[in-house]
Protein backbone atom coordinates (compact mmCIF):
# COMPACT_ATOMS: atom_id res chain seq x y z
CA UNK A 1 0.00 0.00 0.00
CA UNK A 2 1.57 3.38 -0.95
CA UNK A 3 0.24 6.54 -0.11
CA UNK A 4 0.78 10.62 -0.77
CA UNK A 5 -1.53 13.54 -0.26
CA UNK A 6 -0.74 16.61 -1.45
CA UNK A 7 -0.26 19.68 1.22
CA UNK A 8 -3.60 20.99 3.12
CA UNK A 9 -5.85 19.87 0.02
CA UNK A 10 -4.45 16.71 -1.72
CA UNK A 11 -6.22 13.54 -0.78
CA UNK A 12 -4.51 10.43 -0.47
CA UNK A 13 -4.14 7.85 -3.50
CA UNK A 14 -4.26 3.96 -2.24
CA UNK A 15 -3.30 1.77 -4.78
CA UNK A 16 -5.60 -1.20 -4.48
CA UNK A 17 -4.74 -3.94 -7.41
CA UNK A 18 -2.42 -5.17 -9.33
CA UNK A 19 -1.61 -2.90 -12.76
CA UNK A 20 -4.55 -3.69 -15.29
CA UNK A 21 -1.55 -3.94 -18.26
CA UNK A 22 2.23 -3.55 -17.28
CA UNK A 23 1.82 0.18 -17.14
CA UNK A 24 -1.29 0.93 -16.33
CA UNK A 25 -2.02 1.51 -12.82
CA UNK A 26 -5.51 1.49 -11.68
CA UNK A 27 -5.99 2.60 -7.65
CA UNK A 28 -9.35 3.34 -5.99
CA UNK A 29 -10.07 6.43 -4.64
CA UNK A 30 -9.93 6.78 -0.83
CA UNK A 31 -9.64 10.22 0.58
CA UNK A 32 -7.43 11.35 3.31
CA UNK A 33 -8.83 13.79 5.91
CA UNK A 34 -7.45 16.99 5.62
CA UNK A 35 -8.56 20.92 7.13
CA UNK A 36 -10.95 22.65 4.57
CA UNK A 37 -8.56 25.34 3.57
CA UNK A 38 -9.51 28.50 1.44
CA UNK A 39 -6.19 28.81 -0.03
CA UNK A 40 -5.54 25.43 -1.36
CA UNK A 41 -5.44 26.70 -5.13
CA UNK A 42 -3.23 29.23 -3.76
CA UNK A 43 -0.77 27.01 -2.52
CA UNK A 44 -0.94 24.81 -5.45
CA UNK A 45 0.00 27.75 -7.58
CA UNK A 46 3.27 29.08 -6.07
CA UNK A 47 4.25 26.13 -5.45
CA UNK A 48 4.06 25.77 -9.82
CA UNK A 49 5.29 29.02 -9.87
CA UNK A 50 7.79 29.15 -7.46
CA UNK A 51 9.14 25.70 -9.11
CA UNK A 52 8.88 27.32 -12.58
CA UNK A 53 10.99 30.33 -10.93
CA UNK A 54 13.60 27.70 -9.43
CA UNK A 55 14.16 26.65 -13.06
CA UNK A 56 14.52 29.65 -14.97
CA UNK A 57 17.26 29.98 -12.27
CA UNK A 58 18.85 27.16 -12.61
CA UNK A 59 19.07 27.39 -16.44
CA UNK A 60 19.74 31.15 -16.49
CA UNK A 61 22.03 31.26 -13.21
CA UNK A 62 23.58 35.10 -12.48
CA UNK A 63 27.24 35.47 -11.84
CA UNK A 64 27.90 36.27 -8.19
CA UNK A 65 27.67 39.81 -7.01
CA UNK A 66 30.24 38.12 -5.89
CA UNK A 67 42.29 0.07 0.23
CA UNK A 68 40.01 2.67 1.83
CA UNK A 69 40.66 4.60 5.02
CA UNK A 70 37.54 3.77 7.91
CA UNK A 71 34.23 6.21 7.03
CA UNK A 72 31.97 7.95 9.39
CA UNK A 73 28.51 8.80 8.80
CA UNK A 74 27.02 11.98 10.28
CA UNK A 75 23.41 12.21 10.82
CA UNK A 76 21.03 14.69 10.39
CA UNK A 77 16.92 14.83 10.55
CA UNK A 78 15.07 15.75 7.22
CA UNK A 79 11.71 17.08 7.43
CA UNK A 80 9.11 18.19 5.00
CA UNK A 81 7.90 21.59 4.74
CA UNK A 82 4.34 22.77 2.86
CA UNK A 83 6.54 25.71 1.84
CA UNK A 84 8.21 23.13 -0.87
CA UNK A 85 11.18 22.36 0.78
CA UNK A 86 12.92 19.72 3.08
CA UNK A 87 15.15 21.30 5.97
CA UNK A 88 17.93 19.73 8.58
CA UNK A 89 19.20 21.25 11.64
CA UNK A 90 22.69 21.99 11.79
CA UNK A 91 24.74 23.72 14.72
CA UNK A 92 27.32 26.87 14.26
CA UNK A 93 29.52 28.17 16.70
CA UNK A 94 30.96 28.51 20.12
CA UNK A 95 28.79 27.32 22.08
CA UNK A 96 27.10 25.54 19.01
CA UNK A 97 23.69 27.69 18.09
CA UNK A 98 21.01 24.90 15.64
CA UNK A 99 19.49 26.33 12.99
CA UNK A 100 17.18 25.42 10.35
CA UNK A 101 18.69 24.74 6.78
CA UNK A 102 16.82 23.98 3.63
CA UNK A 103 18.94 20.77 2.08
CA UNK A 104 19.31 22.21 -1.61
CA UNK A 105 21.68 20.16 -3.86
CA UNK A 106 20.82 23.06 -6.92
CA UNK A 107 23.33 25.34 -4.97
CA UNK A 108 26.70 25.08 -2.95
CA UNK A 109 26.86 28.45 -0.25
CA UNK A 110 25.39 27.46 2.76
CA UNK A 111 24.30 30.68 4.97
CA UNK A 112 22.22 31.11 7.71
CA UNK A 113 19.69 34.07 8.68
CA UNK A 114 22.20 36.36 10.76
CA UNK A 115 21.82 38.87 13.46
CA UNK A 116 18.91 39.96 15.23
CA UNK A 117 18.82 42.85 12.36
CA UNK A 118 17.94 40.72 9.66
CA UNK A 119 15.02 41.07 7.66
CA UNK A 120 12.92 38.71 5.19
CA UNK A 121 10.54 39.99 2.99
CA UNK A 122 7.95 38.09 1.50
CA UNK A 123 8.37 35.34 4.28
CA UNK A 124 5.05 34.48 5.59
CA UNK A 125 4.47 30.84 4.40
CA UNK A 126 2.80 28.77 5.77
CA UNK A 127 3.64 27.62 9.89
CA UNK A 128 6.24 30.50 9.37
CA UNK A 129 6.31 34.09 11.21
CA UNK A 130 8.68 35.94 9.45
CA UNK A 131 9.45 37.88 12.70
CA UNK A 132 10.34 35.00 14.51
CA UNK A 133 12.72 33.42 12.20
CA UNK A 134 15.64 32.01 14.51
CA UNK A 135 18.94 34.07 13.51
CA UNK A 136 22.66 32.93 14.58
CA UNK A 137 24.28 35.39 16.78
CA UNK A 138 27.84 36.12 15.23
CA UNK A 139 28.44 37.79 18.74
CA UNK A 140 27.52 35.18 21.17
CA UNK A 141 30.62 32.39 19.63
CA UNK A 142 34.30 32.92 20.39
CA UNK A 143 34.52 31.39 16.75
CA UNK A 144 33.23 33.44 13.91
CA UNK A 145 35.53 35.33 11.87
CA UNK A 146 34.96 37.77 9.00
CA UNK A 147 36.42 36.59 5.90
CA UNK A 148 39.35 38.98 4.58
CA UNK A 149 39.30 39.93 1.01
CA UNK A 150 43.04 38.04 0.21
CA UNK A 151 41.17 34.60 2.28
CA UNK A 152 41.19 31.83 -0.72
CA UNK A 153 37.84 30.85 0.82
CA UNK A 154 36.65 34.17 -0.58
CA UNK A 155 37.63 33.54 -4.31
CA UNK A 156 35.48 29.97 -3.71
CA UNK A 157 32.64 32.23 -3.89
CA UNK A 158 33.91 35.04 -6.31
CA UNK A 159 36.40 33.53 -8.51
CA UNK A 160 40.16 33.89 -8.76
CA UNK A 161 39.45 37.54 -10.13
CA UNK A 162 37.98 38.65 -6.28
CA UNK A 163 41.55 40.25 -5.10
CA UNK A 164 41.25 43.02 -7.80
CA UNK A 165 38.35 44.27 -5.58
CA UNK A 166 40.27 44.68 -2.42
CA UNK A 167 41.34 47.91 -3.44
CA UNK A 168 42.90 48.75 0.19
CA UNK A 169 44.98 46.11 0.36
CA UNK A 170 48.23 46.86 -1.22
CA UNK A 171 49.27 43.78 -3.53
CA UNK A 172 52.34 43.03 -1.44
CA UNK A 173 50.68 43.48 2.13
CA UNK A 174 50.26 39.71 4.09
CA UNK A 175 48.06 41.77 6.71
CA UNK A 176 45.12 43.08 5.16
CA UNK A 177 42.20 43.54 7.01
CA UNK A 178 40.12 43.91 4.11
CA UNK A 179 36.60 42.01 4.51
CA UNK A 180 35.59 39.73 1.27
CA UNK A 181 33.04 41.55 -0.58
CA UNK A 182 29.31 41.05 0.29
CA UNK A 183 27.23 38.51 -1.52
CA UNK A 184 24.09 38.54 -2.92
CA UNK A 185 22.27 35.03 -4.34
CA UNK A 186 19.31 34.57 -6.64
CA UNK A 187 16.85 31.48 -5.87
CA UNK A 188 14.28 31.73 -8.49
CA UNK A 189 11.67 33.81 -6.74
CA UNK A 190 14.07 34.50 -3.45
CA UNK A 191 17.01 36.12 -3.02
CA UNK A 192 19.52 36.49 0.45
CA UNK A 193 22.30 38.88 1.02
CA UNK A 194 25.13 39.27 3.56
CA UNK A 195 29.07 38.73 4.54
CA UNK A 196 30.99 35.53 4.64
CA UNK A 197 32.21 34.11 7.57
CA UNK A 198 34.58 30.99 8.81
CA UNK A 199 32.68 28.99 12.02
CA UNK A 200 32.78 25.89 13.31
CA UNK A 201 30.42 23.51 12.03
CA UNK A 202 29.17 21.27 14.81
CA UNK A 203 28.38 17.76 14.88
CA UNK A 204 28.06 15.12 18.04
CA UNK A 205 30.70 13.13 16.90
CA UNK A 206 33.06 15.98 14.92
CA UNK A 207 33.84 19.60 14.54
CA UNK A 208 35.02 21.24 11.39
CA UNK A 209 36.65 24.36 11.85
CA UNK A 210 36.56 27.53 9.85
CA UNK A 211 33.66 26.02 7.84
CA UNK A 212 32.94 28.82 4.77
CA UNK A 213 29.33 29.93 5.45
CA UNK A 214 27.37 33.41 4.64
CA UNK A 215 25.70 35.35 7.32
CA UNK A 216 22.41 36.48 5.87
CA UNK A 217 21.15 40.28 6.21
CA UNK A 218 18.74 40.26 4.27
CA UNK A 219 16.56 37.86 2.57
CA UNK A 220 13.45 37.65 -0.06
CA UNK A 221 10.85 34.69 0.09
CA UNK A 222 13.62 32.69 1.33
CA UNK A 223 12.10 30.81 4.88
CA UNK A 224 14.89 29.42 6.20
CA UNK A 225 18.68 29.36 5.66
CA UNK A 226 20.27 26.69 3.21
CA UNK A 227 22.26 24.19 3.24
CA UNK A 228 24.21 23.93 0.19
CA UNK A 229 25.08 20.46 -1.46
CA UNK A 230 26.18 21.60 -5.00
CA UNK A 231 29.18 20.47 -6.53
CA UNK A 232 31.26 23.39 -6.17
CA UNK A 233 34.65 23.97 -3.72
CA UNK A 234 32.76 26.21 -1.02
CA UNK A 235 29.58 23.06 -0.77
CA UNK A 236 28.69 21.35 2.37
CA UNK A 237 30.13 18.29 0.81
CA UNK A 238 33.11 19.78 -0.29
CA UNK A 239 34.29 21.21 3.03
CA UNK A 240 33.59 18.31 4.87
CA UNK A 241 35.62 16.10 2.18
CA UNK A 242 32.23 13.97 2.09
CA UNK A 243 32.26 10.46 0.15
CA UNK A 244 29.07 10.44 -0.22
CA UNK A 245 25.55 12.12 0.89
CA UNK A 246 22.16 10.22 1.18
CA UNK A 247 18.77 11.08 2.12
CA UNK A 248 15.09 9.31 2.01
CA UNK A 249 12.49 11.87 1.23
CA UNK A 250 9.32 11.46 3.32
CA UNK A 251 5.85 11.72 1.36
CA UNK A 252 4.60 15.31 1.56
CA UNK A 253 1.72 13.84 3.54
CA UNK A 254 3.62 14.56 6.45
CA UNK A 255 4.35 18.43 5.58
CA UNK A 256 4.77 20.64 8.80
CA UNK A 257 3.57 17.24 11.05
CA UNK A 258 7.89 17.14 12.41
CA UNK A 259 7.83 13.98 10.84
CA UNK A 260 11.21 13.34 9.60
CA UNK A 261 13.31 10.43 7.93
CA UNK A 262 17.48 10.84 8.64
CA UNK A 263 20.08 12.31 6.03
CA UNK A 264 23.80 10.61 6.22
CA UNK A 265 27.11 12.60 5.56
CA UNK A 266 29.84 9.90 4.74
CA UNK A 267 33.57 10.81 5.33
CA UNK A 268 36.53 9.28 5.40
CA UNK A 269 39.51 9.22 2.39
CA UNK A 270 40.20 6.82 -0.21
CA UNK A 271 37.15 6.22 -3.09
CA UNK A 272 36.16 2.24 -3.31
CA UNK A 273 33.36 1.10 -5.75
CA UNK A 274 31.74 -0.98 -3.26
CA UNK A 275 27.55 -0.50 -4.15
CA UNK A 276 24.84 -0.14 -1.64
CA UNK A 277 23.04 -3.28 -1.81
CA UNK A 278 19.35 -2.92 -3.49
CA UNK A 279 20.25 0.47 -5.35
CA UNK A 280 20.15 1.53 -9.30
CA UNK A 281 22.97 3.71 -10.74
CA UNK A 282 23.56 5.98 -13.18
CA UNK A 283 26.84 8.18 -13.74
CA UNK A 284 27.22 11.85 -13.24
CA UNK A 285 27.62 13.96 -15.81
CA UNK A 286 30.00 16.77 -15.47
CA UNK A 287 28.91 19.79 -17.97
CA UNK A 288 32.00 21.15 -19.48
CA UNK A 289 30.35 24.11 -21.15
CA UNK A 290 32.35 27.52 -20.09
CA UNK A 291 29.30 29.36 -20.94
CA UNK A 292 28.09 29.87 -17.20
CA UNK A 293 30.14 28.23 -14.44
CA UNK A 294 27.29 27.41 -12.18
CA UNK A 295 26.47 24.81 -14.82
CA UNK A 296 29.33 23.15 -13.19
CA UNK A 297 27.89 22.67 -9.63
CA UNK A 298 24.70 21.07 -10.82
CA UNK A 299 24.56 17.08 -10.36
CA UNK A 300 23.63 16.31 -14.26
CA UNK A 301 22.43 12.16 -15.06
CA UNK A 302 21.90 10.94 -18.58
CA UNK A 303 18.47 10.61 -18.99
CA UNK A 304 18.14 8.09 -21.91
CA UNK A 305 14.12 7.82 -22.60
CA UNK A 306 10.94 8.92 -20.98
CA UNK A 307 8.36 6.22 -20.94
CA UNK A 308 4.35 6.99 -20.69
CA UNK A 309 2.40 3.63 -19.86
CA UNK A 310 4.39 1.24 -22.46
CA UNK A 311 4.95 4.28 -24.85
CA UNK A 312 8.40 5.69 -25.24
CA UNK A 313 8.15 9.52 -25.67
CA UNK A 314 10.68 10.71 -28.46
CA UNK A 315 12.64 13.61 -26.53
CA UNK A 316 14.91 15.34 -29.02
CA UNK A 317 18.50 14.29 -28.30
CA UNK A 318 19.23 18.28 -27.87
CA UNK A 319 17.02 18.40 -24.83
CA UNK A 320 18.97 15.03 -23.54
CA UNK A 321 22.29 15.57 -23.57
CA UNK A 322 23.96 18.93 -22.90
CA UNK A 323 25.26 20.31 -26.02
CA UNK A 324 28.89 22.12 -26.60
CA UNK A 325 26.99 25.52 -25.04
CA UNK A 326 26.18 23.80 -22.10
CA UNK A 327 22.40 23.82 -22.74
CA UNK A 328 20.21 20.59 -22.09
CA UNK A 329 20.39 17.45 -19.90
CA UNK A 330 19.01 16.67 -16.65
CA UNK A 331 19.81 17.62 -13.19
CA UNK A 332 18.61 16.22 -10.01
CA UNK A 333 17.33 19.19 -7.51
CA UNK A 334 16.68 18.67 -3.78
CA UNK A 335 15.46 22.45 -4.20
CA UNK A 336 13.04 22.35 -6.49
CA UNK A 337 9.44 21.28 -5.87
CA UNK A 338 8.40 19.65 -9.08
CA UNK A 339 9.95 18.27 -11.56
CA UNK A 340 10.65 20.78 -14.25
CA UNK A 341 10.84 19.93 -18.24
CA UNK A 342 11.18 22.25 -20.90
CA UNK A 343 7.97 23.30 -22.93
CA UNK A 344 8.92 21.13 -26.03
CA UNK A 345 9.54 17.84 -23.79
CA UNK A 346 6.55 18.31 -21.57
CA UNK A 347 4.14 18.66 -24.17
CA UNK A 348 5.02 15.74 -25.57
CA UNK A 349 4.95 14.04 -22.11
CA UNK A 350 1.75 15.85 -21.27
CA UNK A 351 -0.27 14.80 -24.75
CA UNK A 352 0.70 11.19 -24.33
CA UNK A 353 -0.69 11.47 -20.69
CA UNK A 354 -4.06 12.89 -22.13
CA UNK A 355 -3.88 10.47 -24.77
CA UNK A 356 -4.04 7.42 -22.56
CA UNK A 357 -6.38 8.91 -20.19
CA UNK A 358 -8.79 9.99 -23.15
CA UNK A 359 -11.61 8.81 -21.47
CA UNK A 360 -11.82 11.81 -18.41
CA UNK A 361 -12.62 14.95 -19.49
CA UNK A 362 -10.07 18.14 -18.88
CA UNK A 363 -10.51 20.35 -15.91
CA UNK A 364 -9.45 23.09 -17.16
CA UNK A 365 -10.85 25.79 -14.65
CA UNK A 366 -8.34 23.95 -11.98
CA UNK A 367 -5.66 24.03 -14.42
CA UNK A 368 -6.00 27.77 -14.29
CA UNK A 369 -6.36 28.38 -10.75
CA UNK A 370 -3.30 25.84 -9.55
CA UNK A 371 -0.97 26.14 -12.42
CA UNK A 372 -1.10 22.83 -13.15
CA UNK A 373 -2.03 20.71 -15.87
CA UNK A 374 -3.22 18.28 -17.30
CA UNK A 375 -5.57 18.29 -14.91
CA UNK A 376 -8.58 15.43 -15.04
CA UNK A 377 -12.33 15.61 -13.87
CA UNK A 378 -12.94 12.05 -11.97
CA UNK A 379 -16.15 12.77 -10.12
CA UNK A 380 -18.45 9.76 -10.06
CA UNK A 381 -15.78 7.53 -10.63
CA UNK A 382 -14.65 4.45 -7.91
CA UNK A 383 -11.20 3.77 -9.26
CA UNK A 384 -9.12 6.16 -11.57
CA UNK A 385 -6.27 4.56 -14.16
CA UNK A 386 -3.46 6.42 -15.04
CA UNK A 387 -0.07 4.97 -17.11
CA UNK A 388 3.22 5.25 -15.32
CA UNK A 389 5.39 7.52 -15.74
CA UNK A 390 9.07 5.94 -16.14
CA UNK A 391 12.71 7.82 -16.69
CA UNK A 392 14.99 5.37 -17.96
CA UNK A 393 18.53 6.41 -17.29
CA UNK A 394 22.55 5.76 -18.78
CA UNK A 395 23.70 2.67 -17.36
CA UNK A 396 19.88 1.01 -17.67
CA UNK A 397 18.48 2.77 -14.07
CA UNK A 398 15.05 2.31 -14.44
CA UNK A 399 13.15 5.01 -11.97
CA UNK A 400 9.15 3.99 -12.52
CA UNK A 401 7.76 6.53 -10.42
CA UNK A 402 5.00 5.96 -7.93
CA UNK A 403 1.45 7.07 -9.04
CA UNK A 404 1.10 9.66 -6.05
CA UNK A 405 4.88 10.88 -7.19
CA UNK A 406 2.96 12.27 -10.46
CA UNK A 407 -0.44 12.79 -9.67
CA UNK A 408 -2.40 14.35 -6.94
CA UNK A 409 -5.78 14.69 -5.99
CA UNK A 410 -6.49 18.71 -6.05
CA UNK A 411 -9.09 20.70 -3.98
CA UNK A 412 -12.63 18.63 -3.81
CA UNK A 413 -10.91 15.47 -4.71
CA UNK A 414 -12.74 15.19 -8.21
CA UNK A 415 -10.36 16.01 -9.38
CA UNK A 416 -6.11 14.70 -10.11
CA UNK A 417 -3.41 16.96 -12.24
CA UNK A 418 0.06 16.09 -13.41
CA UNK A 419 2.68 17.49 -10.93
CA UNK A 420 4.99 18.20 -13.51
CA UNK A 421 5.59 21.68 -14.87
CA UNK A 422 6.72 23.92 -17.78
CA UNK A 423 6.80 27.70 -18.38
CA UNK A 424 5.52 29.13 -21.63
CA UNK A 425 9.04 29.62 -23.47
CA UNK A 426 9.13 27.67 -26.71
CA UNK A 427 11.79 26.73 -28.76
CA UNK A 428 12.98 24.14 -30.92
CA UNK A 429 16.17 23.19 -28.89
CA UNK A 430 17.26 23.93 -25.30
CA UNK A 431 16.55 27.73 -24.75
CA UNK A 432 19.07 27.47 -22.07
CA UNK A 433 20.17 25.41 -19.23
CA UNK A 434 19.20 22.21 -17.98
CA UNK A 435 15.94 21.15 -20.25
CA UNK A 436 14.93 18.78 -17.06
CA UNK A 437 15.22 19.13 -13.09
CA UNK A 438 14.12 16.33 -11.19
CA UNK A 439 12.51 17.79 -7.94
CA UNK A 440 11.75 16.88 -4.47
CA UNK A 441 8.07 15.89 -5.45
CA UNK A 442 9.49 12.99 -7.30
CA UNK A 443 12.07 11.84 -5.41
CA UNK A 444 9.53 10.79 -2.33
CA UNK A 445 9.84 7.90 -0.18
CA UNK A 446 12.62 7.07 -2.75
CA UNK A 447 16.38 6.23 -1.38
CA UNK A 448 18.46 8.39 -2.81
CA UNK A 449 22.44 8.03 -2.72
CA UNK A 450 25.22 10.80 -4.40
CA UNK A 451 28.22 8.81 -4.30
CA UNK A 452 30.53 11.66 -4.77
CA UNK A 453 33.68 9.33 -4.44
CA UNK A 454 32.51 7.39 -7.94
CA UNK A 455 30.69 10.09 -9.18
CA UNK A 456 27.12 8.07 -9.75
CA UNK A 457 23.68 8.85 -8.37
CA UNK A 458 22.01 5.59 -6.82
CA UNK A 459 18.21 5.11 -5.91
CA UNK A 460 15.97 2.77 -5.03
CA UNK A 461 12.51 2.83 -4.28
CA UNK A 462 11.83 2.84 -0.01
CA UNK A 463 9.04 3.87 2.38
CA UNK A 464 10.86 6.41 3.95
CA UNK A 465 8.93 6.51 7.46
Not at 263 to 288: C, H, I, R, V, W
Not at 321 to 334: E, R
Not at 432 to 439: E, K, N, S
Amino acid sequence: MASLPFISSVSILIICTALTSAATIKVSLSPFPHPPSSNAYQILSNLANSSVARARHLKYPKPNAKTDAPSSFLKTPLFPHSYGGYTISLSFGTPPQALTFIMDTGSSLSWFPCTSRYLCSQCAFPNVDPAKIPTFAPKLSSSTKLVGCRNPKCSWHFGPNVQSRCQDCEPTSKNCTQACPPYIIQYGLGSTGGLLLVENLVFPQKTFQDFLVGCSIFSNRQPAGIAGFGRSAESLPSQLGLKKFSYCLVSRQFDDTGISSNMLLETGSGTGDAKTPGLSYTPFYKNQATSNLAFKEYYYVTLRKIVVGDKHVKVPYSFLVPGSDGNGGTIVDSGSTFTFMERPVFELVSKEFEKQMGNYSRAREVENISGLAPCFNISGYKSVEAPELTFQFKGGAKMVLPLTNYFSFVGDDNVVCLTVITDNVITQGSQGGPAIILGSFQQQNYYIEFDLANDRFGFAKKLCV
